[in-house]
């Protein structure tokens, strides 16, 4: 009997010890030194259009600090497009699981050397399940979410392509 509670323990223990272990797979840290993105802040001027410009642009602007300075280095263009799908319909022609995927197109340029820095396409995809049949409440409050993750993800991408990209004092056609 003594031996199956040890066992158990152990068992236990490991169970344990793998739950913390694969809920920490997916770590990120919360603060990272991001020296390029650094002299874009409260220096940049922003055009923003597309699908959910304003979610976009509320995001950017919590990472730049300001939408437009009065004397600004660079500019940041922002095109977005949102396609939206029923992945699962049900017998009774409801849809039950749906993607959205925003292709969003991000040019900064070099507004002293009129000259593009970087342009990149970010592609981010996720789904979303309906909540009920009859009301849309969850729904609409899963497709929300689902939105702002996928936006915050694809924004946080493009700056660190920034970081990976190098001086941004350097044009695209100068590389």
Known sequence: MLYYYNLMKKYILLFIAMFFVTSCANLEFVYKDSRQVNYLKNNTNLFING??????YNHIIGILESANSYNPNYTL??????????????????????????????????????????????????????????????????????????????????????DRYGDLNNCSSEN
């Open 51 to 56: 699908d959910e410009a304003d979610d976009i």
């Open 77 to 162: 263009s922002i095109n977005s497009k949102r396609i939206e799908e029923a992945l699962v319909v049900e017998k009774d022609a409801t849809a039950s699981k749906f993607s959205i995927e925003y292709t969003i197109k991000y040019s900064l340029y070099n507004i002293n050397k009129n000259c593009k820095i970087i342009e990149v396409i970010n592609i981010t995809k996720d789904f979303y399940d309906s909540k009920s049949a009859g009301y849309s409440f969850g729904t609409d409050l899963s497709k929300k979410e689902t939105n702002t993750k996928i936006i915050s993800k694809n924004i946080d991408q493009f700056i660190s392509s920034i």
